[in-house]
């Protein structure tokens, strides 16, 4: 299922053109058409995958951030200012996966506000194949909401783009600090020995791209010797894409991540990048780069530098309008009953996801949601009316 194919294109790869970058080692076990870690099955998360996202923990996550974006509907149709109202609203979902979130933020606007129901041409934006085949059924009796399901972002975006950790899963440049100067890690193959698997290892080289030390240096960070780090260009790629793309409304960006001073300190050292497999985050002891082992058969994630992701978008001509952890985020657009509890339905199991959404310490404090909008003036939103803290 994709292990041992994927370790066997990067080994042929190598053996072909010299030691590659992890960039591409890891667009190779992730992204291959056939046999990369999301290519291959429509669905890596949740109870039967590697790992939970907060879309696994219930429809709840769905319910809450459909308000927000029925409240950013609801800013674009209004008439006023300088811009006419939208009649229909794109609602564009990066990172799609199996369509799965996409479900749960229609089935609540349809219980909560059918106006804006009625108003979403909805595109689903994924990479792997085998997700995007899922996504009419996923969506059930929403499928009519279906204008595209697609590898891109759709052009002229009149509405929302947002994503629940798009960013981490994107290729990284892997680099370490050497007395010279920058280097960047290489992924070369060891020396044969007595196991028919490839096996892969580390190796520094100079940097395979002049915009990886230009992207550090803008931000002021010099690595010390021996610190390691990683640098996401294709982050900044795909928000070049999605800042052009959106001509009115608003980015929503959820996924775990520092401040740039914060990521590039010697606090995270052996830098950010991990394996996860059958939930467990590796390394945890053992090989310190376990992500190296069996490509195509683990999650291989990094931490979002969230300055750079700022910086990027506002270069582009979007308004940062929130930075928040998810907990009160999700809190605020809960809303609060007269007893200061959050305002949900009484049954266990949603008020069990909503802890699970919100508990600092987990996904609540883990998670942090970034809110842009271009064209759009600072309007009250809701999710951005708690207290607007960033842990
Ligand atoms: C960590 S999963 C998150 C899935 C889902 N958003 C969730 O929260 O459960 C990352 C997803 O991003 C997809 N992906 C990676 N690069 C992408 C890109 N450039 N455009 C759209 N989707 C992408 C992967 O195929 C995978 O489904």
């Known amino acids: 299922m994709g292990g041992s194919e994927a370790a066997a294109a990067i080994a042929h790869r190598i053996r072909d053109r010299g030691p590659i970058t992890v960039a591409e080692f890891m667009s190779i076990a992730l992204y291959h058409p056939e046999h990369g870690y999301y290519a291959s099955r429509s669905k890596r998360t949740g109870r039967f995958g590697d790992f939970h996202t907060s879309v696994d923990a219930g429809p709840l996550f769905g319910r809450l951030l459909a308000r927000q ?48 129901l009625d108003a979403i041409r909805l595109h689903l934006v994924e990479a792997s194949p085998a997700a995007r085949a899922r996504h009419r ?4 009796s929403h499928a009519a909401c279906l204008t595209s399901s697609s590898a891109r972002l759709p052009d002229a975006v009149h509405g929302v783009i947002y994503a629940n950790e798009l960013l981490d899963a994107l290729p990284v440049h892997a680099v370490i600090g050497t007395p010279s100067g920058l280097a960047e890690r ?7 020995g007595h196991s028919e698997a490839p096996v892969f290892v580390e190796q520094a080289g100079p940097p395979s791209n002049p915009a990886i030390g230009r992207h550090l240096a803008s931000l002021g960070v010099t690595l010390e010797t021996g610190q390691r780090a990683e640098v996401n260009l294709s982050a900044l790629a795909w928000l070049t ?14 996924d775990y991540g520092y401040q740039a001073g914060q990521l590039y300190s010697p606090a995270h050292g052996t830098g950010t990048l ?27 994630t990094s931490h979002v530098d969230l300055t750079s992701v700022r910086h990027v978008a506002e270069a582009l001509g979007c308004e940062a309008l929130g930075l928040l952890d998810q907990t009160y985020f999700l809190m605020a657009l809960a809303g609060q009953d007269a007893d200061g509890a959050p305002r949900l339905p009484a049954d266990m199991k949603t008020r069990q996801t909503f802890k699970t959404l919100v508990l600092p310490g ?22 951005l009316t708690g207290a607007s803290r960033l842990t």
């Open 69 to 116: 974006f029925a409240e950013m509907w609801q800013v674009l149709a209004a008439p006023g200012g300088d811009m006419p109202p939208e009649p229909g609203f794109d609602l564009v979902e990066a990172a799609a996966a199996d369509g799965q979130l996409a479900r749960d933020v229609l089935d609540a606007a349809a219980d909560e506000s059918p106006a804006f």
């Open 362 to 383: 987990g996904l609540g404090s883990t998670m942090k949601v970034m809110v842009f909008g271009r064209q759009v003036g600072r309007p009250r939103l809701t999710g």
């Open 137 to 140: 059924d996923t969506l059930g």
């Open 186 to 192: 290489y992924v070369a193959l060891a020396p044969e």
């Open 241 to 254: 894409r999605a800042c052009s793309s959106l001509h009115r409304g608003f980015l929503v960006l959820i």
């Open 274 to 300: 991990a394996a996860v497999a059958q939930h467990v985050t590796l390394p945890s002891g053992g090989r310190a780069t376990p992500w190296l082992d069996d490509p195509g058969s683990r999650d291989i």
